[in-house]
Structures are given as C-alpha cells and as structure tokens.
C-alpha cells in the first residue's frame, strides 16, 4: 500500500516538494515551474536553445539550494568554452531565485541551424562551481566539478560522487509551450533523489579511476545495494513530459513512481521570480572600490550607472554620492 502525507493540494507549478521513501532509504525533492521561469526569463531577449539551458540550470539550483536549513543563498555557476560560456543561477532560501546567462548569439544561432544546440553543446567544456553562502560572518563553501560536454544532469551526479559521496539521481527537462494567440511560455521540472541509510557501509560506493595506474591495474568495483538500484530504476522511468506536465502534480507523479514502495509526500514550499538587487545593495558594491577605479567609472554627464544583469534595472549615482561613501 502507498502512503501518502496528507496536505493541502497545490497547483503543479513553481514549487518545490520534499519527499520519502522509507522503505528504500530514499529521500529527496521534485521541483516544477512554469510562470517562475517565465519570470526569470523575461529580462532577456534569450534565444529559445539558450532559455533551455536556463530552465536546466534553474531546476538545478533549486533541487539543490532548497535543502539549504539556513537563511542564506546558493549560487550555481559555469566558466565554459561553449557558445553559452557562464551561467549564473542565484537562488535565495527559501524561495528566491534569479538567473542569468552569457553567449555569443551568432555561435548559438550557428548551433541552432547545425542541429547541434542541445544544452550539453551550449555549453561545452568547462566547469560548474556550486557556491553556499551564509553571509559575511561565515566563510563561503564552494563545490567545483568539471563540465566534460555532458551537460548539467551528469555533473551534478559528478558532484555527488567526489564531493559529498552520496549515491544522488538527478532528472532535468524543460519545455517549451506555444500560445493559442502566438508567443509561448517555458515550463521545467526536476526530481532528485539520494540513498540515505542508517548503515552507512550500504551506501559505499567505487574508488575513483586510479588514473596513471599500470595498464592491467584490477579497478575497484561496488555493486548498488538492493533498494538503491530499484529506487534508480524507478526513477529512470520518469519522461520528461511527466516533468513538465502541468496537470500533473508533483504528489501524483511521486505516487506514480513510489506507490507500490510507499511515499511521504512532505508540505511544498512556494517559489517566485525575484531580484535581490536593490540600490542600497549597489551603492555598498560601488563602496568597495578605490577612488581611482570609482573614478573610472564616472561618465561624461558626471554620473555612474550600473546595471543588474539578471534583471535589467538600473541604478544612477551622482559621482559625488559614491565619493562620499568612500569618504565616509
């Protein structure tokens, strides 16, 4: 028999739900968006294969960024030598999240018209730094894997294997939807989930590729536990239409997949499209420059200006404002 958590029932877009399962040792989350990543998306004239990529990244960060217990924020972000070459995703506990991407619009269109704009290409070769920030008063922890061309999904299961080492099954999808009247909106969605037993000998897993070690060297093998290789199996049968489904809550697709074991479906946590950004914010950025640099900064019509770029919006300073904060 399947258990469920009773709770109230929510639409199934733009949040994320914690989930069970005791039977296999299983916990995890599943995160859906729909007018969330359309608001992350709208600051920006991305193309479609760009707004992909960004829906990836975001799921992402949100799968990730939401187990965070404290108030702070999880930064996700890539250095890569593909046509889209650093991807910012920002999101702040619990709900917050912002994106941001830079790319060479003629490589990606070129991509585009070669059939070869899959988010792995846009992306290319490089590295995925996955940063937790607590605040000024305690030290950053920052998680570096490399982007081998894979794409986003098998990085993260990189991360997992050298940094935390805790058997992690992430799925990613994102979706476009075209409008009756024309235009289209994005829909994404994520599940992961991780093998958290009381005995941690279970949860063992390979030694790392040797390397450099002799030709012949017997490499180290361990076989999954039982209820971690069903639980991967289980969830390898998700589609990615279920993941963007949006007549599909993430309780029934967690029921789909878990009934026969038995799921909690724990209360969902709302998510929203919001920039931290905020004038006071850059004014304490301006702040932390030196005079000469500030004054490189000062425009012909005696101002300094800035720019978000996960928003657009726009802050202008009288030089003279930003002198006196050094001053000050």
Not at 82 to 105: E, Q
Not at 299 to 312: A, Y
Request: glycine content about 8%; proline content about 3%.
């Amino acid at each position: 028999m399947a258990e469920e958590e009773k709770q109230p029932r929510l639409d199934a877009d733009d949040c994320v739900t914690p989930f069970q399962v005791e039977a296999l040792d299983v916990r995890g989350r599943v995160v859906r968006l729909g007018s969330v990543l359309d608001g992350v998306l709208a600051h920006h004239t991305y193309p479609a294969a760009v707004k992909r990529l960004i829906g990836e990244a975001v799921v992402l960060a949100t799968l990730l960024g939401s187990s965070l217990k404290f108030e702070g924020r999880f930064i996700l972000q890539t250095h890569t030598d593909g046509p889209v070459d650093m991807l910012v995703v920002d999101f702040v506990t619990p709900d917050k999240i912002r994106a941001y991407a830079r790319f060479d619009r003629e490589a990606v269109e070129a991509a585009v018209l070669a059939n070869a704009a899959s988010p792995a290409a846009l992306l290319g070769k490089g590295h995925l730094a996955m940063t937790i920030d607590q605040g000024l008063s305690v030290n950053r922890y920052q998680g570096v894997v490399a982007l081998t061309g894979e794409g986003l999904e098998e990085a993260a299961h990189e991360y997992f294997r050298q940094s935390e080492q805790i058997p992690t099954r992430v799925r990613l999808a994102v979706g476009e939807e075209l409008q009756a009247g024309g235009g289209s909106s994005w829909r994404a969605g994520g599940l992961l989930a991780q093998f958290l037993p009381a005995e941690a000998g279970r949860a063992a897993q390979a030694d790392f590729h040797p390397g450099d070690a002799p030709e012949g060297t017997e490499l180290h093998q361990v076989d999954d536990d039982e209820a971690w290789a069903e639980a991967q199996a289980l969830a390898g049968t998700i589609e990615d239409v279920e993941l963007v489904d949006k007549t599909l809550t993430s309780d029934r697709l967690l029921f789909r997949l878990f009934h026969e074991r038995g799921v909690r479906v724990f209360e969902p946590q709302l998510l929203k499209a919001q920039c931290s950004c905020s004038r006071e914010r850059v004014a304490g950025v301006l702040k932390s420059f030196t005079r000469e640099e500030q004054k490189e900064m000062v425009q012909d019509d005696g101002r300094i200006t800035v720019t978000c770029e996960f928003c657009g919006r726009t802050y202008g300073f009288a030089a003279e404002e930003v002198f006196d904060q050094l001053d000050s």
